[in-house]
């Protein structure tokens, strides 16, 4: 019901210029990811509203599910974010730091896929939305839509002010969730209480027994001097701590193509942050890349789990999206590159909001 109110509110903005739809859609992906934390429950939720709209209004499949992963996969840059917590916890990292460092490369990576569907949009003829609401309209809209809305400030403003912890932030918003669903939508009903539940548990479980393997797992890597000889390899190759940065970067882009985020973030952060730290290297920024460069790795094949998620809504192949999701994908790694190249885009609000 969030998904739809929100998409209710973004797209009358659209009128009918070419390609606008498209820059709603990003919009509204940037939205509920700072609602829902998850790259695929972003994907999975918006896409199933909006996707078959954007079909219907003349979009292409292939693009369509181009933007909605390239979007969707920002779920786990945008605060609140439960990679960045599984980071925060693996490398004892302040999580109010990294929530409030990912709203900037989050912003600046949905204005270039605006701006990427803008363009196609433009170049291919596609129109936005028919008519206009009146004000009134509007305003009836966007109060249907605030309450979904308040959920990321009640986590973020919980957490920042230190009045609540980051798990705490969790319940809370479980319980202002439940509350919505239930008794202000009616969507929720006490029959599917079980079922999310055993969905919950089961995600929970996966998560606590990869993170209760972590701790072992570093101290082995630690005995075995392992950060040691991968910090010697690239040593060897430059002195550059730039360009050190950018192999660690070109390494984390290719694993992330076929491991999933959080896993990948739980067991190389023990192996990288003594290579970070000794490079003198801030380690909210180095999260930040780490966690948009996994999400990209979300939107790339072979595993891919956004994509997957996009095309299995739209009914259409992996091979369909093609060439869009490589603009998307592409459109995506230079927002990293800027990210990574100015440090800044990630470091500035933490240290003001301090």
Known sequence: MAAAQIDEACKYDTGKDSGRIGRSRGCELRIFGAIS????????????????EMVKKGYGKGFTASILVGAGALGIVILPSLSMVVY?????????????????PGILTVAFLVILAVIIGKK???????????AGDRVKIFIDALLPLFMPVI???????????????????????FILAMFVYKELKLKDIVNIC???????????????????????????NIPELIANVLLSISRNPTVI???????????????????????LTPILLPLVTSLGMDLIHFGISMILNLAIGGATPPLAVCLFTSTRILKIRVEDT???????CGTMVLALLLVVLIPQLSLFLPSVLK
């Open 198 to 224: 055993t969905s919950s548990a089961i995600s929970s479980a996966i998560i606590l027994f990869i993170m209760s393997t972590a701790a072992p797992f570093g101290w082995i890597m630690a005995t075995q």
């Open 88 to 104: 925060g916890t693996s490398g004892s990292v302040s999580i109010g730091d990294l929530f409030l460092a990912g709203i900037i």
């Open 155 to 177: 986590i973020l403003g919980g957490v920042l002010s230190g009045v609540i912890t980051p798990t705490e932030s969790a319940v809370i918003a479980v319980v202002y969730a």
């Open 245 to 267: 940065y950018l192999l660690i970067i070109l390494l984390l882009l290719f694993l992330g193509t076929f491991m999933e985020t959080n896993s990948t973030i739980i067991l």
């Open 124 to 134: 291919r003829g596609y129109r936005g939305a028919e008519g206009r609401l009146t």
């Open 322 to 328: 093609f060439p869009d999701i490589l603009y998307v």
């Open 37 to 52: 934390g998850s790259g695929v429950a972003t994907t999975a939720a918006i896409g199933g509203v909006m996707g078959p």
